[in-house]
């Protein structure tokens, strides 16, 4: 059985979506199922050959015009996945919510949350109208559909009409060994100099968007300002999203620019030390199909400060300090009492990375793997299928 798998997400700066994926298709490793990857990349564009790396099946990779001269007439040749899936294939696995009118076979997709419907004011509203039009198509086309949390399949159920069958939870995983280990002195310094990181910081890291809430978290680093003379630094890490200019202006206003750190986006292989450096994880995020951040956070060893909302308790579990992501008291009040109470902050530790260890690429593999085999009737007597080990 031959499975058609979409890896555009993976074929740029990766967020959360493109990591997901990735790490998914890294995971696979299956001698019954033919699988091959489909995607494109614009001439002169960015290299992808990293991206690619241990994933051991064939992909094919189709060229576009420059992405300069596309970005000006997209509007008028919408691009569609159907010219690049050019080879037929049994199951077609779209990662990134939007499945292709004419596809021809089954089809499975994933859809990561329900934020364009709860909170369509943090979007682009390009990207908003895309899924408005194209999202009640794509699932009700699909045989399956995967989405990464109870929470998400609730909404996924409530907003998209579709039945509870339909829906199978795969969440996200975790390289636990990658976060919660020992750094020599040498790969503190280079980190620590790459990024220009102070001494001590607490850190948020995540794409730099409305949804995320960032300025809720400058207003209460700010109140922290005004309570203690700290040497304890704000980090903001990430990308540059939507609207990003509002979060700079905001550490303009309050006049706190020496004590905010933007470090620009992270590299993947960076994260693991960013995170074990901070006194503590800030995530007041307004929506999350699942909070990648959080698990990371935890992995790493560090307490977590979150919102008690969307999906992000069900990540959290009791590891990690819950506040009202609209309440900049709570966000103060729970910030000073990590950074007061060692009793608790170490109580946080432990129970995080207990926590985290729930959460396992190799398990999120073989999951997906079944669902591949019940969309394709495989029979159980002549089914064998691994992960990576």
Do not use: C
Not at 4 to 12: D, N, S, T
Not at 43 to 66: A, C, Q, T, V
Not at 77 to 87: C, E, R
Not at 203 to 218: A, F
């Amino acid at each position: 059985m031959k499975i058609g798998v979409e890896i555009q997400p993976i074929l740029k700066d990766k967020t959360g979506v493109g990591w997901y994926t990735q790490k998914i298709l890294k995971n696979f490793y299956n001698n019954d199922f033919n699988f091959e990857g489909y995607g494109f990349n614009f001439i002169n564009r960015n290299n992808i050959k990293d991206s690619l790396e241990n994933i051991n099946f064939n992909i094919k990779i189709n060229k576009l015009i420059p992405y300069s001269i596309y970005r000006r007439v997209w509007a008028y040749i919408p691009l569609t996945y159907n010219s690049l899936f050019n080879s037929k294939a049994d199951i077609y696995h779209f990662f990134n919510y939007i499945v292709p009118p004419r596809i021809k076979g089954k089809v499975i997709v994933t859809v990561y949350d329900m934020v364009y419907k709860l909170h369509p004011e943090t979007m682009d509203k390009r990207n908003f109208n895309r899924l408005d039009k194209e999202l009640k198509r794509s699932v009700e086309k699909a045989d399956k559909i995967i989405t990464i949390s109870k929470n998400s399949k609730k909404e996924i159920i409530k907003f998209l009409d579709v039945s509870e069958e339909k829906v199978e939870i795969v969440h996200p995983g975790i390289d636990i060994k990658l976060y919660n280990r020992d750094f020599n002195r040498e790969e503190i310094n280079k980190v620590r100099e790459k990024y220009k990181l102070p001494e001590k910081y607490i850190l948020y890291l995540g794409t730099l968007e409305p949804r995320k809430n960032i300025s809720t978290i400058i207003k209460a680093y700010q109140n922290l300002l005004k309570k203690y003379d700290t040497n304890i630094y704000l980090v903001i890490a990430g990308k540059k999203g939507w609207m990003y200019k509002e979060i700079f202006k905001k550490v303009k206003d309050y006049g706190i620019e020496k004590k905010v750190i933007f470090t620009g986006y992270v590299d993947e292989e960076d994260k693991p030390l960013i995170y074990k450096m901070s006194k503590a994880f800030v995530f007041p995020s307004l929506y999350e199909g699942f909070g990648m951040p959080v698990l990371e956070a935890m992995s790493a060893g560090v307490p977590v400060i979150t919102s008690n909302t969307s999906a992000l308790p069900e990540v959290v579990g009791n590891a990690g300090l819950l506040v009202n992501p609209k309440s900049t008291k709570e966000l103060t009040n729970a910030i000073i009492k990590v950074i007061e109470d060692r009793n608790s902050r170490n109580k946080m530790v432990q129970e995080g990375i207990r926590q985290s260890k729930k959460f396992s690429w190799k398990r999120s593999a073989e999951k997906l793997l079944q669902v591949y085999r019940e969309v394709g009737d495989y029979e159980k007597s002549t089914y064998k299928w691994s992960v990576n080990r």
